[in-house]
């Protein structure tokens, strides 16, 4: 077979493949599927709407803390949290990583999961609503508060990365700008005195 052939003969790899973290991946997808998943299926597992109620925040809550200290350090290298200050006030604290571009795939899937979540219990929100589910309601309107959190704390996570990364790159065309003339001053300086 001409070595053509064998590469065309190989599967293209899968997104699990292609991740740096897919343990991260998985888990990243993994509870907030099953909290939909359990929303929209609880009649097939239970009658009985407490536990459903549980399971589901259980979920959400499994869900808001992987993103926020796990998934998203790994997956895009951001994380964020809010410190209460002692006078009372909030303080919102963005890191990021330094070096390195995310994976590809890593950083698609997870804006895409985060963008989509948030829009999804909305909807369920929306026809929970118009069918005056008031306990299918409540569930909804959590979800969106803890996927719109992670989703919120994330794009000013992103806002100040991007910030930061321009004023690290501003900061170096400036350092660069006055050694290439401390430079060229000295080569000068060697050139012109002879």
Known sequence: MPAGDIEAAQPEPTLLQQSSHPTALIFHLLFRVAAVFMYIFSGLFTSNSILTFVIIILLLAFDFWTV????GRLLVGLRWWNEIREDGTNQ???ESRENGVPNAVDSRIFWTALYVAPAVWALLAVLALLRMQWGSLIVTLVAVAMCSANLFGYMQCEKDAKKRAASYIANQG??????GSMISTRIGAMF???
């Open 192 to 194: 012109g005195s002879r």
């Open 92 to 94: 919102w604290i963005f």
């Open 174 to 179: 400036i350092f660069t700008n006055i050694v």
């Open 68 to 71: 926020k200290n796990v998934t």
